[in-house]
């Protein structure tokens, strides 16, 4: 006769798996009775409209009242995963969640939904997500939403010094790029840190975000060292040439002059 061995984990999943479980059986609830394909053109900003029954009918008010209801389910959600992350003391261990929340609880669905509807209003799952994403180095899936927040003009959440999305997400690719720029060319090379600086650039021209003198330096010099280490020399001094015109203490004088003189540019550092 075989014996088994079985472990007290196995016969009881953990109480975050219940919390997880929970979430998404009330999700197809919430979800079933949403209907999420029309765009209702009300102001939810301040919550939901008691008097949308006097300016619009019924099926609209339907509408509106399901959206703010989906909202305040993934609101609860989104407070319920705060918690829980606050449980964590290892930053690995609070990565791997944020990564199982997103997944579990649809998270990017949500937030698809709410983007195609035309909804406007502030929205906290939109805020953590976008951050979660890049502490996950998601860039581009984050990149995807950002025009969004800037158009709603989202708040960051209030633990954040900076409220505004730009800077947060330079400082963010700055740190991104200095660690990779520190491990030497292949590094940088491999990572593809340079197409994150090249996608939110564009993102900065397309839209005409306004950014300080000091964050646009930043951001540029930073993008000038990374392409000057794989001697994409003609890249480097375009954005070092930026870099020191916003901010004339980017440090990044002495590479643009050296490169200058290697492409035979004229310049005036």
């Known amino acids: 006769m075989k014996h088994w061995l079985i472990t007290i984990s196995q016969l009881f999943p953990s109480r975050e798996f219940f919390e997880m479980s929970i979430v998404k059986r009330n999700q197809r609830k919430v979800l079933a009775s949403v209907l999420v394909e029309s765009t209702v053109g009300v102001d939810l900003a301040k919550g939901k409209d008691t008097s949308i029954t006097v300016t619009v009918d019924k099926a609209d008010a339907s509408r509106a009242e399901g959206i703010m209801d989906e909202f305040d389910f993934f609101k609860a959600a989104m407070d319920s995963d705060l918690a829980q992350l606050k449980k964590f003391s290892h930053i690995e261990d609070k990565l791997e969640y944020k990564a199982k929340a997103i997944e579990n609880h649809q998270y990017l669905d949500y937030l698809r939904r709410y983007q195609a509807q035309g909804t406007n209003h502030q929205n906290m799952v939109l805020a953590w997500v976008v951050i979660w994403l890049v502490d996950l180095g998601h860039w581009k899936t984050a990149f995807d939403f950002v025009p969004l927040l800037m158009t709603q003009n989202q708040r960051l959440p209030g633990r954040f010094s900076t409220q ?60 000038a060292k990374l392409e000057q280490s794989v001697f994409n020399l003609g890249n480097a001094y375009t954005y070092g040439t930026k870099a020191t015109a916003l901010n004339d203490k980017a440090g990044v004088k002495k590479m643009v002059r050296e490169i200058a003189k290697t492409i035979g540019k004229d310049t005036d550092l």
């Not at 330079?170 to 090379?189: C, F, M, N, T």
């Open 164 to 223: 505004d999305w730009p800077t947060f997400l330079i400082d963010q690719l700055y740190d991104e790029g200095a660690k990779h720029l520190s491990q030497g060319r292949d590094a940088v090379e491999h990572s593809q840190v340079i197409n994150l600086f090249t996608q939110f650039i564009h993102l900065l021209d397309t839209h005409q975000w306004r950014l300080s003198e000091l964050i646009g330096g930043k951001l540029y010099a930073m993008a």
